[in-house]
């Protein structure tokens, strides 16, 4: 979801696994069903303004962008085939289907994405996203309000002919277009309602595999059936999905095995009790979770060595077996492993994990003497502040043990008090948007697999840099990346692996570890299709029950 999603913390539902049961539709036809569990509430259902994963994956399912990810593979969506490139990389033709069609039967044309795009840039839109359209020509100008938002370099040629003209080369531009903030939306619509699309689906229209209706922001579940109107519906096999929020593991167990929840996420004792049984299994995510320090709020945080020492106080390894239990492993740099390699397959963490793991390993003595001379430092023989998470009794375990972990850094030169917080999951993204949290424990999912997908984030002033963190050689690696190392596949890898290392030796942000999911799950469901983007892609799945 944050991104697509920032996540709700340890218990969020990153990849929604659709399985499948008997029904009957209003007519008494047997339809394909699923009941699935959800970690929270759907935060939007406004393409521009979503930002966690729950909304994400909402979307993925009722709106097609050109794109969309089969499994690894990038497939034509809204598209008929993959764009026309340009030789210098800046200039791509998108030819579109002229089948596609809106859930009201109006046609999907190359004006819905011009509109959407153009919106979501437009700084009265206020999305948390349009930093992600830097690059397109004109974005960066539009989004700090020096331009309008119709001078993005989007153009429809024709009906169904979008053109989009780049500033600069940008190696990861198709695999970042599946993110729901490139999805098409109909103007009539958003002017019709105003401040309130995307708050009911009433609201809206949908182009994707499934439409939703009878959905307010504050319903607890859900319903999605297959839309007679998108182009694939042949491949669209489950007809009905219908999502129910369950927080705690518990209680998601206990949903599966009466036969109320098809698929569910389990974690900690839950998923330590079941993981033998047929229905267990574990997917590794490309998501991380981590912690971010807001030095504006808590002086001390602008201390290196305090920063170090937090890291090193933590006992990852022990934490994910003793809280976690769900598969996920250790990280030492904030970008996920597996996801993204260079041209002799090696993994893009591989380096700096070597480079940097000294920051992350756990030594509580080297960490008790890091933290008394960083506060020598700053003056202060104390420092107080509050972590804050979210309100799923996964998230409540968590605060627990990084208290106590943390507070383990005092000694009689310097003192730790951590103060816990535990708020709903969309509170908890206000409160970080807004600035308004001392320490947090955060999560980030990549929209698509490229390490700038996670590193973007942190360069001074930008959009999800909650923490305020700053640093201008990690700005300058950022940027060459971007601009004059970004068609030079090893100057580019260089700039990204350094940025990385940088930013855990200088503990901008804490990493923590990387989420692996341990889901029950029918086990007559097949077909399932995880994206690089952290989005399943439910065109396609069966039921072979």
């Keep these: 979801m944050k991104k697509k999603i920032l996540m709700g913390v340890a218990a969020t539902t990153l990849t929604l696994i659709l399985a499948a049961c008997g029904g009957k539709s209003d007519s008494g036809k047997s339809v394909s069903s699923a009941r699935i569990m959800?970690?929270?509430?759907?935060?939007?259902?406004?393409?521009?303004?979503?930002?966690?994963?729950?909304?994400?994956?909402?979307?993925?399912?009722?709106?097609?962008?050109?794109?969309?990810?089969?499994?690894?593979?990038?497939?034509?969506?809204m598209a008929a085939k993959m764009a026309t490139v340009s030789k210098d990389q800046k200039t791509y033709t998108f030819h579109l289907r002229k089948d596609a069609k809106w859930s009201d039967g109006k046609k999907v044309t190359a004006k819905d994405f011009v509109f959407a795009w153009q919106r979501a840039t437009d700084p009265k839109t206020k999305s948390q996203y349009?930093?992600?359209?830097?690059?397109?020509?004109?974005?960066?100008?539009?989004?700090?309000?020096?331009?309008?938002?119709s001078s993005l370099g989007v153009k429809a040629l024709d009906d169904y002919t979008f053109q989009v003209k780049l500033e600069k080369a940008m190696p990861y531009f198709e695999k970042m277009i599946t993110l729901q903030t490139f999805d098409p939306v109909e103007k009539s619509q958003v002017e019709k309602y105003g401040d309130k699309y995307g708050t009911k689906s009433?609201?809206?229209?949908?182009?994707?595999?499934?439409?939703?209706?009878?959905?307010?922001?504050?319903?607890?579940?859900?319903?999605?059936?297959?839309?007679?109107?998108?182009?694939?519906?042949?491949?669209?096999?489950?007809?009905?999905?219908?999502?129910?929020?369950?927080?705690?593991?518990?209680?998601?167990?206990?949903?599966?095995?009466?036969g109320k929840l098809d698929d569910v996420v389990v974690s900690g004792n839950s998923a330590q009790q079941m993981k033998n049984d047929p229905a267990f299994n574990n997917r590794a995510q490309n998501a991380t979770y981590y912690l971010e320090l807001n030095?504006?709020?808590?002086?001390?945080?602008?201390?290196?060595?305090?920063?170090?020492?937090?890291?090193?106080a933590i006992n990852r390894k022990n934490f994910i077996?003793?809280?976690?239990?769900?598969?996920?492993?250790?990280?030492?740099?904030?970008?996920?492993?597996?996801?993204?390699?260079?041209?002799?397959?090696?993994?893009f963490t591989t380096a700096p994990d070597k480079k940097v793991g000294q920051y992350t390993d756990y030594d509580l003595a080297k960490a008790k003497k890091l933290f008394a001379e960083g506060m020598k430092e700053v003056g202060s023989k104390s420092v107080s502040y509050t972590l804050t998470s979210d309100d799923t009794a996964l998230a409540k375990s968590t605060l627990e043990y990084l208290q106590n972990a943390?507070?383990?850094?005092?000694?009689?030169?310097?003192?730790?008090?951590?103060?816990?917080?535990?708020?709903?999951?969309?509170?908890?993204?206000?409160?970080?948007?807004?600035?308004?949290?001392?320490?947090?424990?955060?999560?980030?999912?990549?929209?698509?697999?490229?390490?700038?997908s996670f590193l973007d984030m942190f360069t001074t002033g930008g959009a999800y840099n909650d923490g305020e963190w700053s640093n201008a050689t990690y700005d300058k690696l950022i940027n060459a990346s971007k601009t004059t190392d970004a068609t030079n596949t090893t100057k580019r890898w260089?700039?990204?692996?350094?940025?990385?290392?940088?930013?855990?030796?200088?503990?901008?942000?804490?990493?923590?570890?990387?989420?692996?999911?341990?889901?029950?799950?029918?086990?007559?469901i097949k077909g399932m299709e995880l994206g690089p983007n952290g989005m399943m892609n439910f065109v396609g799945a069966t039921n072979n029950k």
Excluded at 295 to 301: C, D, I, T
Excluded at 322 to 341: D, F
């Design 295 to 312: 030095a504006k709020r808590v002086p001390a945080f602008a201390n290196v060595k305090v920063r170090q020492a937090i890291s090193m």
């Design 494 to 524: 260089n700039d990204l692996q350094s940025a990385a290392e940088l930013l855990t030796q200088q503990a901008g942000v804490i990493p923590l570890y990387q989420l692996g999911e341990s889901h029950l799950t029918k086990t007559s």
């Design 321 to 347: 077996k003793q809280v976690l239990g769900n598969g996920s492993v250790p990280i030492s740099t904030v970008v996920a492993t597996k996801m993204m390699y260079n041209d002799q397959g090696e993994d």
């Design 202 to 258: 009433s609201t809206l229209t949908f182009n994707g595999p499934y439409v939703m209706k009878k959905w307010s922001g504050s319903d607890n579940t859900w319903t999605q059936t297959k839309n007679p109107n998108y182009w694939d519906k042949k491949n669209v096999h489950i007809e009905k999905l219908t999502y129910q929020v369950a927080k705690d593991p518990s209680t998601a167990l206990n949903l599966f095995q009466d």
């Design 406 to 452: 943390l507070e383990k850094l005092s000694t009689k030169d310097a003192k730790m008090t951590v103060n816990t917080k535990s708020v709903p999951f969309k509170t908890r993204l206000q409160l970080s948007a807004d600035r308004k949290s001392d320490m947090v424990v955060t999560a980030w999912s990549a929209d698509f697999p490229d390490a700038i």
């Design 130 to 149: 349009a930093y992600i359209f830097s690059g397109i020509e004109n974005a960066d100008a539009i989004t700090a309000g020096k331009k309008p938002a």
């Design 38 to 77: 959800a970690s929270d509430i759907i935060n939007t259902m406004d393409p521009a303004l979503a930002t966690d994963v729950i909304s994400g994956q909402a979307m993925a399912n009722t709106y097609s962008g050109l794109y969309r990810f089969h499994g690894k593979k990038l497939e034509p969506d």
